[in-house]
């Protein structure tokens, strides 16, 4: 039986190196770019995280570099440097059995060392618009020879603000080049890059890759807000991961839910903006090798970050926008391997869950808390307070049905009206104009 990258017209050398890298046979989306990219046609491709991207471009540029030119070719911009890191590691990989010499650029790296690697010839270079303007200013990247851009991740980048900065290396470079566009999702700023400066490119959607998401079971657990690290805590125990990503907003929570957990004897670290580029890259590679359980991370630390094991993703907070959603249980459920995200939600955050179902195209299960597992502190439950929370998550499925369904008209009728209320000037009947949520805690007993 003939090798599948063989038929798609991959080089036996390149073969030979994504072999060793334990791939048999070529993703959807590598199926369908590689033969385009081989031929050197501008492309647009809608793919969802951990569709396999990187080979899908990786292998034809590879292919496509004149070995003997010792001048940079290819140029792939990156949204983060653990992306930029991440991609180049795979290109090295995959072009480990030929000549190709590839190399990662970005902010916060030796800007010398950067330099050496460029004067030695590095056929493909990966990195943060940033970093790769300010090599281009400097005279130190040569851009005469450059047969390939790749913009990856191409609407992460605009959402970081790199757009003015993404044109101006576009006019910088050759205009008879090959472009290439991976992105999850088409904004206008996307749009306009496509027009502008792409020769007639062939689209690529791949629906199938949006059930990325439909692949991962997806619950999410209702919390009070005060509770969240305790219960989070309780879920780490029962779940038992291989490894996890929790995912949080805003850097101070990155570092209060990564001491917590650490002082309840979690093997766990934390990734965030603020901390060295080096300490970064460190702990991925922990992450990768499972030398840590638990990575507290925000959205953009955690960009980039491509782990086959990592068996779930804990929204700690949900996300603001709703394609971070996407991304980041994307992060979870790879090559295959079966993955779970798992939601904390507060009452605050209902109508932003509601409106991810809705963006994801699926209902996200509500499952009870886990109560056998011990938290770090562990608080008695009186009779009277276990009544009490049953109350409240009836409550809080009913306020759900609500929500969801806001058309729907609900009369409770009672057999005794109410009596009227005398007073000395006129008699007055006792408002009715109560809610649905109120009537129906009455009906119950709740009130």
């Known amino acids: 039986m ?3 990258f063989k038929a798609l017209g991959v080089s036996d050398q390149i073969i030979e190196g994504i072999t060793n890298m334990g ?3 070529p993703t959807i989306v590598q199926k369908e770019s590689i033969p385009f990219i081989l031929n050197k046609k501008d492309l647009i491709v809608r793919s969802k995280t951990g569709s396999g991207k990187t080979g899908a471009f990786g292998m034809p540029i590879i292919q496509n570099m004149k070995v003997d030119l010792k001048e940079t070719q290819a140029l792939i911009l990156s949204p983060t440097r653990e992306l930029a890191v991440q991609v180049d590691k795979e290109i090295s990989l995959i072009a480990k059995s030929t000549k190709v010499i590839s190399t990662a650029i970005y902010g916060q790296h030796n800007m010398q060392t950067e330099i050496e690697q460029l004067k030695k010839g590095a056929h493909i270079v990966t990195g943060t618009p940033g970093r790769v303007f300010d090599h281009m200013e400097r005279g130190t990247l040569k851009t005469k020879h450059i047969e390939f851009l790749v913009l990856d991740e191409g609407d992460r980048m605009l ?20 472009t290439l566009l991976f992105s999850a999702t088409m904004p206008v700023e996307i749009q306009k890059i496509c027009r502008k400066y792409m020769d007639n490119p062939i689209t690529i959607e791949l629906e199938s890759e949006t059930k990325t998401v439909d692949s991962i079971e997806q619950i999410y657990y209702r919390v009070e807000k005060n509770e969240k690290r305790n219960q989070l805590s309780r879920i780490l125990r029962t779940e038992k991961p291989t490894g996890v990503i929790v995912f949080c907003n805003m850097r101070r929570e990155v570092d209060r839910v990564q001491q917590y957990l650490a002082k309840g004897g979690f093997n ?3 990734l965030h903006g603020a901390i060295s580029q080096s300490k970064r890259l460190k702990t991925i590679q922990k992450l990768k090798k499972g030398k840590i359980q638990v990575l507290v991370a925000t959205d953009v630390a955690a960009r980039g970050i491509h782990v086959d094991e990592l068996s779930h993703v804990i929204n700690y907070d949900i996300p603001v926008e709703k394609d971070s959603y996407v991304h980041r249980i994307g992060r979870t459920g790879r090559a295959g391997n079966s993955g779970k995200a798992i939601s904390l939600v507060t009452a605050d955050d209902l109508m932003s869950l509601y409106e991810i179902e809705e963006h994801v195209g699926k209902l996200i299960e509500e499952r009870e808390l886990p109560v056998h597992a011990p938290a770090l502190s562990k608080p008695a439950l009186s009779k009277s307070t276990s009544k009490t929370k ?8 009913i306020q759900r049905v609500e929500k969801r369904v806001p058309k729907i008209s609900v009369e409770i009728v009672h057999k005794n009206k109410p009596e009227p209320i005398k007073s000395d000037s006129v008699t007055q009947v006792p408002s009715e104009k109560t809610s649905w949520v109120q009537r129906v805690k009455k009906f119950f007993g709740f009130s």
């Open 159 to 178: 959402d970081m603000g790199f757009y003015d900065q993404i044109v101006k290396i576009i006019k910088h470079l050759p205009t008879n080049r090959t």
């Open 23 to 25: 791939f048999e046979e």
């Open 390 to 397: 049953q109350n409240k998550e009836v409550i809080h499925k």
């Open 268 to 270: 766990v670290e934390s």
């Open 2 to 4: 003939e090798n599948q």
